[in-house]
């Protein structure tokens, strides 16, 4: 999110208050850069690289962004050379004061239904397979996650969760989410297979955001 997609130059800091993030930073579209940079530091192609990403991957971007960001060098743009090893993402529907308006715009999901679990769920993993599954017949190409946020509720919503931990099953078919028409992926076909996949239902007190 706080880097935006494109490929200008990243100064190394993170929404600094005396130093820009992006050259220049204003738009600021240095993502594909923050995701580059350190790769090619690392020099290590074996190396297991998680991310996780936010509104800018699920909900901002076009389909041909947020397919850089998690499919990297097997994505549209031969400049990316990462490779993700496993991605997950959260948009906080129970949290976020602001979700109620955006899911409506972005998801076209009903105002009244927006803050239900199973429209989380569907909406974030069908835009994480899209993005994942770039060139590949809509198939992921490596393991997807959903983070369930626990730390409280917006004012007008309710949250009672009973537990709390990972799950993970196996999933043959599931049917794509609804989504705003201007928005609509054509990177994953109506109905797909799915390799097995893990719903977290917790998040750790700290952990850093990779942009997206």
């Not at 993030?21 to 190396?47: F, I, K, W």
Request: contains cysteine.
């Amino acid at each position: 999110m706080w880097g935006g997609p494109g490929w200008n130059p990243w100064t190394g800091y993170v929404n600094d208050a005396v130093y820009d993030t992006c050259v220049p930073d204003q738009p600021r579209a240095c993502g594909y850069s923050v995701y580059n940079t350190p790769y090619e530091q690392l020099n290590n192609p074996n190396a297991l690289i998680y991310a996780n990403v936010g509104k800018g991957a699920l909900m901002w971007q076009s389909d041909e962004e947020r397919a850089t960001f998690r499919s990297g060098a097997d994505g549209p743009d031969p400049r990316a050379k990462w490779r993700l090893g496993v991605a997950t993402g959260d948009i906080y529907f129970y949290t976020d004061e602001n979700i109620g308006a955006e899911a409506v715009n972005w998801f076209d999901i009903p105002a009244g239904e927006v803050r239900r679990a199973a429209n989380y769920g569907e909406v974030l993993m069908a835009n994480m397979r899209a993005g994942a599954s770039y060139g590949n017949n809509g198939v992921p190409r490596i393991p997807l996650g959903v983070f369930v946020e626990l730390g409280g509720v917006a004012p007008g919503a309710s949250s009672t969760p009973t537990r709390s931990g990972a799950r993970c099953g196996p999933r043959s078919s599931t049917r794509r989410a609804s989504s705003h028409t201007s928005r609509t992926s054509s990177l994953t076909p109506s109905r797909t297979r799915r390799p097995r996949t893990c719903s977290m239902t917790h998040a750790p007190p700290t952990r850093p955001r990779v942009t997206g």
